[in-house]
């Protein structure tokens, strides 16, 4: 039986993308790994950023909707490319902070115990929040009465609840 999970994965070494990020430590983050995404959810890889990295992924312009972008993201300077993979959007996400240390990794992690814990259930109504308009974040928090900015609740949550 097939999943997402393992079909981007397969995508991704089919394109050498993680070995073409290997020196920048790329982790494959966000709503697929831990299977709370929709058909359109992105690829979602972040790594660290070294002084080398706009250079490879520039590397990356051949593929369609290729765009880089800096951007500030939770107060922290990021590099963003992104660019359609066959029929999968791709969005690398690179800051100057180890890759298992960045937000999106911890999130993704915090969010991996809290389904293994509250079970099919609670993933299930994850995702109707996210057919709904909602951030996988956001759902999170919903479903685990959070109070204030979702983002910074659950990484809370994550050091105290879980």
Do not use: W
């Not at 790994?33 to 080398?52: A, N």
């Not at 690179?94 to 993704?108: I, W």
């Not at 959070?146 to 609840?161: D, F, V, W």
């Amino acid at each position: 039986m097939s999943n997402r999970f393992s079909d981007c994965l397969i995508l991704l070494e089919n394109h050498n993308i993680l070995s073409i990020l290997a020196e920048f430590s790329p982790e494959f983050v966000g709503s697929i790994p831990i299977r709370v995404d929709l058909p359109g959810s992105d690829i979602d890889i972040i790594c660290e950023s070294k002084p080398s990295l706009p250079e490879v992924l520039r590397s990356f312009s051949k593929y369609p909707d290729f765009h880089i972008s800096e951007k500030v993201l939770g107060g922290i300077s990021s590099l963003i490319c992104r660019f359609k993979l066959d029929t999968e959007k791709l969005e690398i996400v690179a800051q100057r902070v180890p890759s298992k240390r960045q937000v999106a990794y911890l999130h993704m992690i915090i969010e991996e115990r809290i389904l293994l814990q509250k079970g099919e259930n609670f993933r299930v109504s994850v995702l109707e929040l996210k057919k709904k308009g909602k951030t996988t974040e956001e759902a999170f928090a919903e479903l685990l009465n959070l109070e204030g900015n979702p983002y910074s609740a659950l990484l809370k949550y994550g050091r105290t609840g879980v």
